[in-house]
């Protein structure tokens, strides 16, 4: 027999098509729940008829034919999105009875992106979570995935647990990151930390899209008075959400149990000069190009402000290389060579 014409099928078409006229009637197919609603209830459908008649792929391929000829004016039925319907219905039924409220909040094409590049239902809604959050475009999720946030968010050693109240501890673990990933800076192995500085303010969309929702940034090269001495930050932040400022200390080489001890003088010269009474605790943050994690613990452990450590990952430019790299001046002078060889 047929798919087209099998009474089941049929019966099954004829409710999907039912369903797509009720949601045109309430006028909410455009939003956005609605359509992920539909979504799910086609990809079930799908499933279901595969399993009671043992159909394969050709199913998917006779309903997008029927959907697509009784709505012409609709896109969104063709057979690879009917197929990632069925993704989704199969990927998040196993925990869920109906659609996730989570996933609801999402474009279709997120949640495309998510399916396709994700295995575990988990990590899926962390993503989920975190778009509903910062509300990234396709290329930021893509973007964040490929990159593994989920593996580096809330990873920093820390000593927030010990010094910072509940729930502020777990606010302000979950806002730092380790490692940090800042591909978008070239540098030397012979750069200074003044050349990162420079760099990620140069690139200060990217550095804040790094560095995670909430950072506002307030300067480079802080200058702050203590017992009329003068005395730098690298970089000073406002966090929105801690309701903090936050201090963030560049270190190109390894960590070392010195720059705790540092920071921590930092932390309470800003509490003393810019906190106020409503802001919480100031938050430090040191960013090494390396760091053992048991030199990171001995050197917060008595410590009272809250401090953490993480390291930074760069595109770096080999000496070796970098000095073969022409100048802006052999450039010029090459193409003025070549100008007169034409003439």
């Not at 720059?259 to 906190?275: C, E, I, T």
């Not at 401090?307 to 970098?322: A, D, L, N, Q, Y």
């Amino acid at each position: 027999m047929e798919i087209s014409i099998n009474p089941e099928y049929r019966q099954v078409l004829d409710e999907i098509k039912l369903h797509i006229r009720s949601s045109q009637l309430r006028a909410v197919l455009a939003a956005n729940s609605e359509l992920i609603g539909l979504y799910w209830h086609i990809g079930h459908s799908i499933v279901t008829l595969q399993a009671a008649n043992g159909w394969g792929t050709a199913v998917v391929k006779q309903l997008a034919a029927d959907l697509t000829t009784e709505h012409p004016g609709i896109q969104g039925f063709s057979r690879t999105s009917l197929f990632a319907m069925r993704q989704m219905y199969i990927f998040f039924s196993h925990r869920f009875e109906t659609v996730p409220r989570i996933v609801g909040q999402l474009p279709w094409g997120h949640i495309r992106t998510i399916l396709g590049k994700i295995k575990d239902v988990d990590v899926a809604l962390f993503y989920m979570t975190a778009y509903t959050e910062n509300g990234w475009t396709r290329p930021i999720l893509e973007l964040q995935i490929e990159q593994s946030l989920h593996i580096r968010q809330g990873a920093a050693p820390t000593n927030f647990s010990n010094v910072l109240p509940s729930p502020q501890s777990e606010l302000a673990q979950q806002s730092f990151k380790d490692p940090y990933l800042f591909d978008f800076l070239t540098l030397s192995k012979r750069a200074i930390e003044r050349d990162v500085e420079k760099q990620l303010i140069d690139h200060i969309t990217r550095f804040l899209l790094e560095l995670g929702k909430g950072f506002a940034f307030l300067g480079r090269q802080y200058p702050l008075e203590v017992n009329a001495k003068n005395y730098i930050l690298d970089l000073l932040f406002y966090h929105t959400k801690l309701k903090c400022y936050v201090v963030i200390e560049l270190k190109i080489g390894e960590f070392k149990p010195e720059y705790a001890g540092k920071m921590n003088f930092y932390l309470s010269a800003v509490d003393d000069l810019l906190r106020s009474d409503s802001d919480a605790p100031s938050i430090g943050l040191i960013l090494c190009k390396g760091k053992d994690k048991f030199d990171v613990e001995y050197a917060l452990r008595d410590i009272n402000k809250p401090i953490g450590v993480s390291s930074f990952i760069t595109r770096e430019i080999p000496i070796e290389v970098k000095g073969q790299l022409p100048t802006v001046e052999q450039l010029e002078q090459e193409l003025n060579e070549l100008s007169d060889g034409k003439e």
